[in-house]
């Protein structure tokens, strides 16, 4: 007798579910599966927690609220996006009492640290583009370099940035989507290869 094994689909309630009873690993819902993640190198780790205290400390919290490592509902995707780091339109606290998880529609920036998968985070800024997401930028620790996407313009396949820029260290770079948001890059790029 032959069995056929077709994998059991997670939609997103389940997916947090399963982390919330797993609190102690790091996960990541595509196409309807739970992966575990690989542990996260020290370069990225720091890199990506530095650039969440930085924003926790310069951006509007009555207007915007900070996230590290939280994945998102988005329209058309069965994974939810899971960022190293974004910001959304909002404040954390609505009268006293925590604000709702995000929506796509209520993202302005996304940040992503690559050390070893820059392929995947390039191929990342179509998704962002057709998700509506004002800006996207790519901290590559590898190349020294920070990518700015944004303007996303199209729909569906045909979603693209319509404007890309590469900064390199004694840069600063200022947000076009987060009010008042500027970063210099050897700040970002402080752990990136010599």
Same mark, same amino acid.
């Given at each position: ?24 690993? @790091? ?10 993640? @690989?542990?996260? *190198? ?33 329209? *058309?995707? @069965?994974?939810?996006? !899971? ?17 709702? =998880? ?15 998968? !820059?392929?995947?985070?390039?191929? !990342? @800024? ?5 998700? *509506? ?26 979603? !693209?940035? =319509? ?32």
């Amino acid at each position: 007798m032959s069995v056929t094994r077709n994998p059991v689909r997670y939609d997103f309630d389940d997916y947090v579910s399963y982390t919330e009873m797993h609190p102690d690993g @790091a996960f990541e819902l595509i196409d309807g599966v739970i992966y575990t993640l @690989a542990p996260e *190198g020290d370069s990225h780790a720091l890199t990506r927690s530095g650039i969440y205290m930085y924003l926790a400390q310069h951006l509007d919290l009555d207007v915007y609220t900070p996230w590290s490592e939280v994945s998102f509902r988005a329209p *058309g995707w @069965a994974d939810g996006p !899971r960022p190293d780091v974004f910001v959304s339109r909002g404040p954390w606290l609505v009268d006293g009492k925590f604000s709702k =998880r995000p929506t796509a529609k209520d993202i302005a920036l996304v940040i992503e640290v690559s050390s070893t998968s !820059r392929p995947k985070d390039k191929k !990342r @800024a179509v998704l962002f583009a057709k998700l *509506g997401i004002a800006e996207y930028w790519l901290v590559d620790l590898t190349a020294r370099c920070v990518l700015t996407y944004d303007d996303p313009r199209g729909e569906g396949d045909a979603a !693209r940035y =319509r404007s890309t820029r590469q900064f390199a260290r004694n840069e600063t770079i200022a947000s076009t989507s987060v009010n008042e948001l500027t970063i210099g890059t050897d700040f970002l790029l402080q752990l990136a290869a010599t």
